[in-house]
């Protein structure tokens, strides 16, 4: 039970920012919002996280209600490098059975 | 920075055989994962070790055993092959005080 909705797929064009949904609705108050990205032949590698407030890195943007039931990644003006599988994983404070589930995967069109 | 090491890149067994995996990890981290993940589907949690000599079973355990003899390093047995099975083993690990996982490349397993 990976805990998370997301959608199977999007698709999207180079140049366009691209918001990938989540849904976590039991979150629990000490759980963090995880996202993690998988290309083919790789294991997945870290996007960003959150808690409560909005986040944002030099890969991502990462916006979570105000009620934590759901967040969006939002990648801007993506590229052909940010095609991949995004997985949206809640994640608790210290060495725990974390669950995935399959991701989102993300084509990008030139 | 460190790394995730995992050997072999690729595994190919025969029926029955008993196949181990081999994760080694250079971040000094507490915990480590092992997930299976087969094509299309998401990671499934097999072993995970909080610290050395702890074992703790996943969601797939059943058919696995697993090692955590060092800190650094967590290993994963397949105690008999299943015919036609074709998987990607993932190891990852991540501090005890720290959320971030870190992902091996993965070990692909193809059973003839």
């Known amino acids: 039970d990976a805990k998370t909705t997301q959608p199977d797929s999007m698709e999207s064009t180079e140049g366009e920012t691209v918001h990938l949904p989540c849904s976590h609705a039991t979150i629990s108050g000490n759980e963090y919002i995880y996202w993690y990205r998988q290309v083919p032949l790789q294991g997945p590698e870290y996007v960003t996280h959150g808690l409560q407030q909005n986040t944002t890195n030099s890969m991502a943007f990462l916006a979570i209600a105000s009620d934590r039931k759901s967040s969006t990644l939002i990648l801007p003006h993506v590229s052909l490098r940010d095609a991949a599988v995004y997985h949206c994983?809640?994640?608790?404070?210290?060495?725990?059975?974390?669950?995935f589930g399959k991701g989102a995967k993300l084509t990008v069109s030139p | 920075g460190g790394i995730i090491t995992q050997t072999p890149k690729f595994l190919i067994g025969q029926e029955g055989q008993k196949l181990t995996l081999k994760c080694q990890q250079n971040?000094?981290?507490?915990?480590m994962y092992w997930y299976r993940q087969d094509s299309g589907k998401g990671l499934r949690l097999i072993y995970y070790s909080i610290t050395e000599n702890d074992l703790q079973k996943g969601d797939l355990s059943e058919g696995y055993d697993a090692s955590r003899e060092k800190k650094s390093s967590f290993s994963l047995t397949v105690t008999s092959a299943q015919k036609n099975e074709m998987a990607v083993f993932l190891c990852?690990?991540?501090?005890?005080?720290?959320?971030?996982?870190?992902f091996g490349a993965g070990t692909r397993l193809s059973v003839l």
């Open positions: 994983i809640r994640m608790q404070g210290t060495g725990s059975k974390l669950s």
């Open positions: 971040f000094n981290h507490d915990t």
């Open positions: 990852a690990s991540r501090a005890g005080c720290q959320n971030t996982l870190y």
